[in-house]
């Protein structure tokens, strides 16, 4: 009777653990307040390397209506966002244009964190470029 009564628990609390490793990130936390870039890692087929330096990068603000302003300095520009499958993250001209497509890996109240596929740079098979960028919200 003990045994299985251990082996039921053990197996609701894998069950559970299974379960919370596929729930998709809470990507209504992207509305609201400033995000800014923190850093930038970057692969390119076994070489990676990590840039901290971002005072070109623009600060970025999702509103609940889809409107993404992007503010670098004195300018501002807008552009349409939506997110699919709770994970991906497009940015869209206002013409319809896709202009940068991202996987939200993990975002919380005060980070998020982005992987972006980039093309090859030399042609060839089996090559696997990205960058992951590590964003925090100012508030």
Same mark, same amino acid.
């Given at each position: 009777?003990?045994?299985?009564?251990?082996?039921?628990?053990?197996?609701?609390?894998?069950?559970?653990?299974?379960?919370?490793?596929? *729930?998709? =990130?809470? +990507?209504?936390?992207?509305?609201?307040?400033?995000?800014?870039? #923190?850093? /930038?890692?970057? $692969?390119? &087929?076994?070489?990676?390397?990590?840039?901290?330096?971002?005072?070109?990068?623009?600060?970025?603000?999702?509103?609940?209506?889809?409107?993404?302003?992007?503010? *670098?300095? =004195?300018? +501002?520009?807008?552009?349409?966002?939506?997110?699919?499958?709770? #994970?991906? /993250?497009?940015? $869209?001209? &206002?013409?319809?244009?896709?202009?940068?497509?991202?996987?939200?890996?993990?975002?919380?109240?005060?980070?998020?964190?982005?992987?972006?596929?980039?093309?090859?740079?030399? =042609?060839?098979?089996?090559?696997?470029?990205?960058?992951?960028?590590?964003?925090?919200?100012?508030?």
């Amino acid at each position: 009777m003990r045994k299985a009564l251990v082996r039921v628990i053990l197996l609701f609390a894998v069950s559970f653990m299974l379960m919370r490793c596929d *729930r998709p =990130p809470d +990507t209504s936390l992207i509305v609201g307040g400033v995000w800014k870039t #923190d850093s /930038l890692y970057s $692969y390119y &087929n076994g070489f990676g390397s990590t840039r901290y330096d971002f005072e070109e990068e623009p600060h970025r603000s999702y509103s609940s209506d889809g409107v993404l302003t992007m503010t *670098r300095g =004195p300018e +501002t520009r807008s552009f349409r966002y939506e997110i699919k499958s709770n #994970d991906t /993250l497009l940015h $869209y001209m &206002n013409d319809g244009r896709v202009v940068d497509r991202f996987r939200v890996l993990k975002i919380s109240k005060t980070g998020m964190v982005l992987r972006k596929e980039l093309p090859p740079v030399f =042609p060839g098979e089996g090559q696997m470029r990205y960058q992951v960028i590590y964003i925090s919200k100012e508030n």
